[in-house]
């Protein structure tokens, strides 16, 4: 189904939302293409590979952790993602996510361990667009264009180079090395996300839940966020090589659900498209530091 995107206030409850949905029509484009009629849950497991993209030798002078003070206590902490290979997309659910092609990811990355918080946002950018606020909840209302600006002015604040993950490296740093719907398993666990099921129809602070296999929280549910490239669907087909995306669109992608949604759109391989401008209650980010050479 494309061209439909659900908004809410953060107060707003289940009725209040089907008019919200209206209304975001104006602002989001392209969501997640209609589901198929839904197939009985598989049974929980875990098929976790062995990662050995995880597993091989990266830069052994890259550090696998870094952390970042922004001043006032306030600090940004990111996880070593090392170079390796997974199959990108998903053939059960949505038609955007297909189709399943491999993926190879040449360069080892810093990512947010968190997304971006209220309290990290407003150091950087001076300002704080969330409603309601809390230090440590996910920022919100902030469009793509914001959050660009937020990576400049942090990359010229640190004399490094940070930006929006390419949609490639979300996909391989929230799988973690699995291949199930979730980072967890198969069956939706609200032991890891937030979402319609357990939120209470609003986000909670960054962290509070399960990580996945390579220590990032929330990459399934509590806000959407933001990657760096234009949206395409379908995917393209065949193998790549760190993907950057088409070179032009009218939207930009995002990956990970929310707490407004089902368990369904929090799916590791679930995606949306939205325009660049857009500025909702659902929508949020995580940061990527490139390591110095």
Known sequence: MKGLVRIVTRSAMRIAALLFTFMALAGCGRAQSAAPASAPPKTQQSKATASPSQAAAAAPSVDSSLVFDLGGGVKMEFVLIRPGSFMMGSEEGYDNAKPVHKVTITEPFYMGKYEVTQA??????????????????????????????????????????????????????????????????????????????????????????????????????????????????????????????????????????????????????????????????????????????
């Open 120 to 293: 990290q946002y407003e150091k950087v950018m001076g300002r704080n667009p969330s409603q309601p606020q809390g230090a440590s909840l996910p920022v919100e209302r902030v469009s793509w264009n914001d959050a660009q600006e937020f990576c400049r002015k942090l990359s010229e604040n640190k004399k490094q180079t940070i930006r929006l993950p390419t949609e490639a490296e979300w996909g391989y740093a929230c799988r973690a090395g699995t291949t199930t719907n979730y980072y967890w398993g198969d069956a939706f666990d609200a032991q890891y996300a937030w979402c319609s099921e357990n939120s209470g129809q609003a986000s909670h602070e960054v962290g509070a839940l399960k990580a996945n296999a390579w220590g990032l929280y929330d990459m399934s549910g509590n806000v959407w966020e933001w990657c760096g490239d234009w949206y395409v669907d379908p995917y393209p087909t065949g193998d790549q090589v760190d993907p950057q995306g088409p070179g032009n669109g009218t939207y930009r992608v995002m990956h990970g659900g929310s707490w407004f949604e089902y368990p369904q759109r929090c799916r590791s391989a679930g995606r949306l498209g939205c325009y660049p401008t857009g500025q909702f209650h659902f929508n949020g980010f995580r940061i990527v530091c490139v390591p110095r050479t």
